[in-house]
């Protein structure tokens, strides 16, 4: 007969009735698939608190579930999440590809924007559905885009200078020079705001999030695929979802045809009955947890291992 402690450590491994159904999911999925699974789900919807993205501490959430794992059934990584910061994903990345090598299949029932859509770039293949978006990758500096930034100087000092110059050449003309002043007016309380390193930031910014998302579909989801093929395909995407002229805004959504036109490896999850029910029963249930819990960031597997990070209820 089980004593006191380990009644409670029963309880507690079995968890909540939404543990348990999510959990239920999570292990038949595993089982029809025989792949690792583990889900990522974040509460960005429900609840508007720090910790929500990615961040460093969510690595100690996969390695915790990653334990003892049979790594050469590689991984099925559930995505639902609004991104973050870019050095957290490039660390949580390597540790995944240390762990399963390229031998990682993204699946996104929803969302996986910004630095969500990265870890998605460094798997092998997307698994999304009708219902699924992907999001623009263009770093942001305080809710303001990177890309929107560089953007702006460079039409600032465009129009600047494009006025100087036709001043310049006749300078006997009132009306350019009038408009050379309107320019200089416009624009200079706008740049006076931009703090020094604020354009330099921005650029190595930009220049780091593509070269590491370059660097990840070349090295795995486009691997097989000739040089030249490989480098137009890569180049393409990179372009397509880190130009803010492009795609106008940060929150934008990427639906699955959108992905596959821009060239990225995508699995139609209706093309598969089952799995398709296996993945959106996973994606209810965690939203049903996230939802009707204190939770607000789940990392799982397909053993019921988990960090399940709650907000404190004082």
Same mark, same amino acid.
């Given at each position: 007969m089980p004593n006191l402690n380990e009644i409670r450590e029963e309880i507690k491994h079995i968890g909540s009735p939404f543990d348990v159904v999510r959990r239920k999911y999570i292990k038949e999925l595993s089982e029809y698939t025989g792949r690792n699974v583990i889900i990522y789900y974040s509460g960005w919807l429900q609840k508007k608190i720090d910790g929500v993205s990615?961040?460093?501490? *969510?690595? *100690?959430?996969? /390695?915790?579930?990653?334990?003892? /794992?049979?790594? +050469?059934?590689?991984?099925?990584?559930?995505?639902?999440?609004p991104g973050g910061d870019v050095a957290a994903t490039e660390s949580l990345v390597d540790y995944l590809h240390s762990m399963f090598g390229n031998n990682i299949r993204a699946i996104v029932p929803q969302l996986a924007m910004s630095a969500g859509t990265m870890i998605a770039c460094a798997c092998k293949e997307i698994l999304m559905g009708q219902h699924s978006s992907l999001g623009p990758i263009d770093p942001q500096y305080n809710g303001i885009p990177a890309y929107g930034i560089v953007e702006e100087f460079q039409r600032a000092y465009k129009e600047i200078q494009t006025a100087a110059a036709n001043h310049a050449r006749n300078q006997q003309d009132p009306i350019l020079f009038g408009?050379?002043?309107?320019?200089?007016?416009?624009?200079?309380? !706008? !740049?006076?705001?931009?703090?020094?390193?604020?354009?330099?930031?921005?650029?190595?910014?930009?220049?780091?999030?593509?070269? /590491?998302?370059?660097?990840?579909? +070349?090295?795995? /989801?486009?691997?097989?695929?000739?040089?030249?093929?490989?480098?137009?395909?890569? *180049?393409?995407?990179?372009?397509?979802?880190?130009?803010?002229? !492009?795609?106008?805004?940060? +929150?934008?959504?990427?639906? !699955?045809?959108?992905?596959?036109?821009i060239g990225l490896k995508i699995r139609r999850i209706e093309d598969d009955n089952t799995l398709q029910d296996l993945i959106l029963s996973i994606h209810h249930s965690s939203i049903h947890t996230l939802t009707q819990t204190n939770a607000f960031k789940i990392i799982e597997n397909q053993d019921g291992k988990a960090l399940i990070q709650q907000v404190l209820v004082h």
């Open positions: 990615v961040n460093d501490a *969510d690595k *100690d959430g996969f /390695m915790a579930v990653i334990h003892k /794992m049979d790594k +050469s059934k590689g991984l099925d990584l559930i995505l639902h999440t408009e050379y002043q309107a320019k200089l007016a416009i624009w200079q309380p !706008i !740049i006076a705001k931009y703090n020094p390193t604020l354009i330099g930031e921005c650029e190595k910014s930009l220049t780091w999030s593509g070269n /590491m998302v370059k660097d990840w579909l +070349s090295n795995n /989801m486009f691997v097989e695929a000739d040089e030249k093929s490989r480098s137009k395909i890569v *180049d393409n995407i990179i372009t397509e979802l880190q130009n803010h002229s !492009i795609n106008k805004t940060h +929150s934008r959504h990427l639906n !699955i045809q959108k992905c596959i036109d």
